[in-house]
Protein backbone atom coordinates (compact mmCIF):
# COMPACT_ATOMS: atom_id res chain seq x y z
CA UNK A 1 0.00 0.00 0.00
CA UNK A 2 1.47 3.32 -1.31
CA UNK A 3 0.53 6.32 2.15
CA UNK A 4 0.74 9.97 1.15
CA UNK A 5 1.47 12.26 3.83
CA UNK A 6 1.11 15.66 3.41
CA UNK A 7 3.99 17.85 4.94
CA UNK A 8 2.68 21.52 4.29
CA UNK A 9 5.83 23.21 5.51
CA UNK A 10 8.13 25.64 4.07
CA UNK A 11 9.42 28.17 6.74
CA UNK A 12 13.01 26.34 6.18
CA UNK A 13 12.89 27.09 2.43
CA UNK A 14 13.76 30.27 0.27
CA UNK A 15 10.37 31.25 0.45
CA UNK A 16 7.28 30.79 1.20
CA UNK A 17 4.81 28.93 -0.50
CA UNK A 18 5.08 25.11 -0.69
CA UNK A 19 3.15 24.57 2.02
CA UNK A 20 0.59 24.30 -0.84
CA UNK A 21 2.38 21.91 -2.24
CA UNK A 22 0.72 18.46 -1.43
CA UNK A 23 -2.91 20.35 -2.07
CA UNK A 24 -1.35 21.45 -5.73
CA UNK A 25 -0.13 17.52 -5.72
CA UNK A 26 -3.36 16.18 -5.11
CA UNK A 27 -5.31 18.76 -7.09
CA UNK A 28 -3.13 16.81 -10.03
CA UNK A 29 -4.89 13.57 -9.50
CA UNK A 30 -1.60 11.93 -7.58
CA UNK A 31 -4.24 9.41 -6.09
CA UNK A 32 -6.22 8.51 -9.17
CA UNK A 33 -3.02 8.23 -11.25
CA UNK A 34 -1.75 5.70 -8.68
CA UNK A 35 -5.07 3.94 -8.78
CA UNK A 36 -5.13 3.65 -12.31
CA UNK A 37 -1.99 1.71 -12.43
CA UNK A 38 -4.10 -0.73 -9.83
CA UNK A 39 -1.69 0.29 -6.99
CA UNK A 40 -3.71 0.31 -3.47
CA UNK A 41 -3.26 3.85 -2.39
CA UNK A 42 -4.46 5.90 0.81
CA UNK A 43 -4.32 9.27 1.73
CA UNK A 44 -3.33 9.80 5.62
CA UNK A 45 -4.04 13.75 4.84
CA UNK A 46 -1.80 16.43 5.87
CA UNK A 47 0.49 16.19 9.06
CA UNK A 48 -0.45 18.60 11.79
CA UNK A 49 1.92 21.70 11.96
CA UNK A 50 3.22 23.05 15.32
CA UNK A 51 2.61 26.72 16.21
CA UNK A 52 3.82 29.43 14.58
CA UNK A 53 7.80 30.40 16.78
CA UNK A 54 10.29 32.88 16.14
CA UNK A 55 12.69 32.89 13.33
CA UNK A 56 15.55 32.86 16.27
CA UNK A 57 19.48 33.78 15.41
CA UNK A 58 20.70 30.31 14.54
CA UNK A 59 19.02 28.26 11.65
CA UNK A 60 16.01 30.28 10.95
CA UNK A 61 12.54 28.66 12.05
CA UNK A 62 14.29 26.23 13.13
CA UNK A 63 11.98 25.10 16.23
CA UNK A 64 9.09 24.40 13.95
CA UNK A 65 11.38 22.73 11.36
CA UNK A 66 12.87 20.92 13.97
CA UNK A 67 9.44 19.36 15.11
CA UNK A 68 7.67 18.88 11.29
CA UNK A 69 10.76 16.52 11.46
CA UNK A 70 10.28 14.84 14.61
CA UNK A 71 6.47 14.49 13.81
CA UNK A 72 7.47 13.07 9.66
CA UNK A 73 10.00 10.41 11.24
CA UNK A 74 7.02 9.06 13.23
CA UNK A 75 4.63 8.97 10.86
CA UNK A 76 6.71 7.48 8.50
CA UNK A 77 8.34 5.21 10.76
CA UNK A 78 5.01 3.50 11.23
CA UNK A 79 3.65 3.43 7.72
CA UNK A 80 6.72 1.76 7.23
CA UNK A 81 6.46 -0.71 10.04
CA UNK A 82 3.06 -1.45 8.64
CA UNK A 83 4.14 -2.56 5.75
CA UNK A 84 3.21 0.47 3.44
CA UNK A 85 5.52 2.54 0.99
CA UNK A 86 5.57 6.31 2.12
CA UNK A 87 4.49 9.04 0.03
CA UNK A 88 5.45 12.07 1.58
CA UNK A 89 4.41 15.47 -0.18
CA UNK A 90 6.37 18.86 0.83
CA UNK A 91 6.69 21.48 1.69
CA UNK A 92 10.45 22.56 1.43
CA UNK A 93 13.27 20.39 1.38
CA UNK A 94 14.11 20.29 5.09
CA UNK A 95 11.08 17.89 5.72
CA UNK A 96 13.27 14.90 4.41
CA UNK A 97 15.09 15.23 7.34
CA UNK A 98 12.10 13.95 9.08
CA UNK A 99 11.28 11.10 6.43
CA UNK A 100 14.77 9.72 5.58
CA UNK A 101 15.09 9.82 9.68
CA UNK A 102 11.72 7.68 10.32
CA UNK A 103 13.52 5.33 7.02
CA UNK A 104 16.67 5.07 9.03
CA UNK A 105 15.25 4.05 11.99
CA UNK A 106 13.46 0.85 10.04
CA UNK A 107 16.05 0.13 7.92
CA UNK A 108 19.31 1.69 9.72
CA UNK A 109 22.85 1.01 7.57
CA UNK A 110 20.82 -0.98 5.26
CA UNK A 111 19.66 2.29 3.76
CA UNK A 112 20.43 4.21 0.84
CA UNK A 113 19.34 7.34 -0.77
CA UNK A 114 18.50 9.05 -4.17
CA UNK A 115 18.66 13.12 -4.16
CA UNK A 116 17.17 13.68 -7.35
CA UNK A 117 17.59 17.50 -7.05
CA UNK A 118 19.70 20.52 -8.47
CA UNK A 119 21.21 21.46 -5.30
CA UNK A 120 22.98 18.83 -2.91
CA UNK A 121 21.56 20.01 0.15
CA UNK A 122 24.38 19.02 1.91
CA UNK A 123 25.54 22.53 3.73
CA UNK A 124 25.76 22.93 7.51
CA UNK A 125 25.26 26.16 9.22
CA UNK A 126 29.35 26.65 8.99
CA UNK A 127 28.78 26.42 5.03
CA UNK A 128 25.32 27.56 4.53
CA UNK A 129 25.21 31.09 2.90
CA UNK A 130 21.46 31.41 3.69
CA UNK A 131 21.08 29.44 7.22
CA UNK A 132 18.04 27.97 5.46
CA UNK A 133 17.35 24.65 6.84
CA UNK A 134 16.53 23.12 3.25
CA UNK A 135 19.73 23.18 2.02
CA UNK A 136 21.37 20.86 4.37
CA UNK A 137 19.03 18.32 4.82
CA UNK A 138 20.92 15.63 3.50
CA UNK A 139 24.44 17.14 5.63
CA UNK A 140 21.76 16.81 8.79
CA UNK A 141 21.55 13.06 8.06
CA UNK A 142 24.98 11.88 7.17
CA UNK A 143 25.52 13.83 10.80
CA UNK A 144 28.23 16.45 9.72
CA UNK A 145 29.48 17.83 13.00
CA UNK A 146 29.62 21.69 13.84
CA UNK A 147 31.65 23.01 16.56
CA UNK A 148 30.93 26.56 16.73
CA UNK A 149 29.20 29.68 15.25
CA UNK A 150 25.97 30.36 14.20
CA UNK A 151 23.66 28.03 14.15
CA UNK A 152 25.69 25.49 15.99
CA UNK A 153 23.85 24.91 18.66
CA UNK A 154 20.67 24.36 17.02
CA UNK A 155 22.93 22.17 14.67
CA UNK A 156 23.80 20.08 17.51
CA UNK A 157 20.70 19.17 18.89
CA UNK A 158 18.87 18.50 15.35
CA UNK A 159 21.17 16.18 15.36
CA UNK A 160 20.67 14.58 18.87
CA UNK A 161 17.15 14.99 18.44
CA UNK A 162 15.49 14.22 14.98
CA UNK A 163 18.45 11.93 13.22
CA UNK A 164 18.92 8.35 14.72
CA UNK A 165 22.32 7.85 15.97
CA UNK A 166 22.89 5.08 13.42
CA UNK A 167 23.24 8.18 10.49
CA UNK A 168 23.06 7.59 6.74
CA UNK A 169 26.11 6.25 5.48
CA UNK A 170 27.69 9.03 2.88
CA UNK A 171 28.67 5.58 0.68
CA UNK A 172 24.39 5.26 0.71
CA UNK A 173 24.12 8.42 -0.58
CA UNK A 174 23.50 9.41 -3.91
CA UNK A 175 22.59 12.67 -5.85
CA UNK A 176 21.47 13.31 -9.24
CA UNK A 177 20.92 16.22 -11.82
CA UNK A 178 23.50 18.42 -9.72
CA UNK A 179 23.91 22.22 -11.26
CA UNK A 180 24.23 24.26 -8.32
CA UNK A 181 26.52 23.29 -5.61
CA UNK A 182 28.45 25.85 -3.08
CA UNK A 183 31.34 25.63 -2.31
CA UNK A 184 31.14 24.15 1.20
CA UNK A 185 28.98 21.45 -0.50
CA UNK A 186 31.65 20.45 -2.93
CA UNK A 187 33.95 20.27 0.02
CA UNK A 188 31.81 18.24 1.71
CA UNK A 189 31.00 16.00 -1.24
CA UNK A 190 34.86 15.30 -1.58
CA UNK A 191 34.83 14.51 1.85
CA UNK A 192 32.28 12.02 1.40
CA UNK A 193 34.04 8.44 0.80
CA UNK A 194 31.60 6.00 -1.56
CA UNK A 195 29.20 8.60 -2.27
CA UNK A 196 27.71 9.35 -5.87
CA UNK A 197 27.20 12.14 -7.07
CA UNK A 198 25.51 12.35 -10.71
CA UNK A 199 25.65 15.83 -11.83
CA UNK A 200 23.64 17.34 -14.87
CA UNK A 201 27.24 17.61 -16.90
CA UNK A 202 26.96 13.70 -16.38
CA UNK A 203 23.51 13.44 -17.64
CA UNK A 204 24.77 15.66 -20.70
CA UNK A 205 27.82 13.59 -21.45
CA UNK A 206 26.53 10.11 -20.82
CA UNK A 207 22.92 10.50 -20.85
CA UNK A 208 20.08 9.31 -18.44
CA UNK A 209 20.53 5.62 -19.27
CA UNK A 210 23.90 5.49 -18.61
CA UNK A 211 23.57 7.38 -15.41
CA UNK A 212 20.82 5.39 -14.34
CA UNK A 213 22.63 2.05 -14.82
CA UNK A 214 26.04 3.39 -12.88
CA UNK A 215 23.49 4.18 -9.85
CA UNK A 216 22.25 0.38 -10.21
CA UNK A 217 26.02 -1.33 -10.17
CA UNK A 218 26.68 1.49 -6.88
CA UNK A 219 23.54 0.49 -5.49
CA UNK A 220 24.46 -3.06 -5.94
CA UNK A 221 28.05 -3.04 -4.64
CA UNK A 222 27.43 -1.09 -1.91
CA UNK A 223 25.01 -3.63 0.37
CA UNK A 224 22.09 -1.72 1.05
CA UNK A 225 18.62 -3.19 0.45
CA UNK A 226 16.00 -0.52 1.42
CA UNK A 227 16.16 2.73 -1.29
CA UNK A 228 14.64 6.20 -0.34
CA UNK A 229 14.44 8.17 -3.08
CA UNK A 230 13.51 12.13 -2.38
CA UNK A 231 12.62 14.02 -5.85
CA UNK A 232 13.27 18.13 -5.51
CA UNK A 233 11.43 19.35 -8.73
CA UNK A 234 13.76 21.83 -9.10
CA UNK A 235 15.94 18.75 -10.94
CA UNK A 236 13.68 19.59 -14.13
CA UNK A 237 14.46 22.17 -16.46
CA UNK A 238 12.00 25.58 -15.00
CA UNK A 239 10.47 25.76 -18.59
CA UNK A 240 8.82 22.72 -17.74
CA UNK A 241 8.24 22.80 -14.04
CA UNK A 242 8.36 26.66 -13.06
CA UNK A 243 6.62 26.33 -10.13
CA UNK A 244 9.50 25.94 -7.18
CA UNK A 245 11.32 28.72 -5.43
CA UNK A 246 14.84 27.14 -6.07
CA UNK A 247 14.44 27.19 -9.79
CA UNK A 248 18.21 26.48 -11.65
CA UNK A 249 17.78 26.70 -15.59
CA UNK A 250 19.33 23.89 -17.34
CA UNK A 251 17.70 20.91 -15.70
CA UNK A 252 15.99 17.72 -16.60
CA UNK A 253 13.72 17.78 -20.11
CA UNK A 254 10.32 16.31 -20.01
CA UNK A 255 11.75 13.85 -21.62
CA UNK A 256 14.78 12.89 -19.55
CA UNK A 257 12.74 12.96 -16.17
CA UNK A 258 10.57 10.61 -17.15
CA UNK A 259 12.75 8.35 -18.73
CA UNK A 260 15.08 8.28 -15.42
CA UNK A 261 11.60 6.91 -13.48
CA UNK A 262 11.05 4.50 -15.88
CA UNK A 263 15.09 2.81 -15.28
CA UNK A 264 14.42 3.38 -12.39
CA UNK A 265 11.67 1.40 -12.20
CA UNK A 266 12.76 -1.09 -14.47
CA UNK A 267 16.31 -1.48 -12.17
CA UNK A 268 13.85 -2.28 -9.47
CA UNK A 269 11.34 -4.73 -11.37
CA UNK A 270 14.18 -6.46 -12.74
CA UNK A 271 14.82 -10.00 -11.19
CA UNK A 272 16.74 -10.16 -8.25
CA UNK A 273 17.30 -6.97 -7.66
CA UNK A 274 19.21 -6.80 -4.38
CA UNK A 275 17.26 -3.79 -2.90
CA UNK A 276 14.03 -2.13 -3.07
CA UNK A 277 11.92 1.35 -2.82
CA UNK A 278 10.81 2.06 0.63
CA UNK A 279 9.48 5.74 0.35
CA UNK A 280 9.69 8.90 -1.92
CA UNK A 281 9.32 12.48 -0.93
CA UNK A 282 8.03 15.04 -3.29
CA UNK A 283 8.96 18.30 -2.34
CA UNK A 284 9.73 22.47 -3.17
CA UNK A 285 6.87 22.19 -5.02
CA UNK A 286 5.42 25.94 -5.07
CA UNK A 287 1.75 26.46 -7.31
CA UNK A 288 2.32 30.47 -6.21
CA UNK A 289 5.26 30.62 -8.81
CA UNK A 290 3.47 28.09 -11.24
CA UNK A 291 1.41 28.02 -14.42
CA UNK A 292 -1.62 26.44 -14.43
CA UNK A 293 -0.19 23.77 -12.09
CA UNK A 294 1.67 22.28 -14.43
CA UNK A 295 4.85 21.58 -12.02
CA UNK A 296 2.48 19.30 -10.11
CA UNK A 297 0.92 17.76 -12.93
CA UNK A 298 4.43 16.70 -14.18
CA UNK A 299 5.68 15.61 -10.94
CA UNK A 300 2.65 13.59 -10.65
CA UNK A 301 3.56 11.92 -13.78
CA UNK A 302 6.81 11.62 -12.44
CA UNK A 303 5.53 9.90 -9.85
CA UNK A 304 3.40 7.09 -11.65
CA UNK A 305 6.47 6.54 -13.99
CA UNK A 306 8.65 5.90 -11.20
CA UNK A 307 5.81 3.50 -9.84
CA UNK A 308 5.92 1.52 -13.28
CA UNK A 309 3.81 3.53 -15.61
CA UNK A 310 4.76 2.41 -19.22
CA UNK A 311 3.47 3.61 -22.67
CA UNK A 312 1.88 0.15 -23.37
CA UNK A 313 0.90 -0.77 -19.97
CA UNK A 314 1.87 -3.71 -17.78
CA UNK A 315 5.55 -5.38 -18.63
MN1 LIG B 1 16.39 20.22 -2.48
Known sequence: MIRILGAPFDKCGRMAGSRLGPGALRIAGLEDALRGMRLAVCDDGD?????????????????????????????????IQSGDVPLVLGGDHSISIGSVSGAIQCFGGKLAVLWIDAHADYNTPATSPSLNLHGMSLAALVGFQVQEGRGADDWAELLESVVPAERLAP??????????????????????????????????????????????????????????VSFDV???????????GTAVRGGLSYREAHLLAELLHESLAAPGCPYRLVGLDVVETNPTRDRSNETATTAVEWVASLFGKTILGER
Open 234 to 244: DVMDPVLAPGT
Open 47 to 79: LPLPPSAEAGSGILFFREGVEVARRLREKVSEA
Open 171 to 228: SHTAWYGLRDVDMGERAHIRASKGCLPLTMHDVDRYGVSETVAKFDRWMRESGAEALW
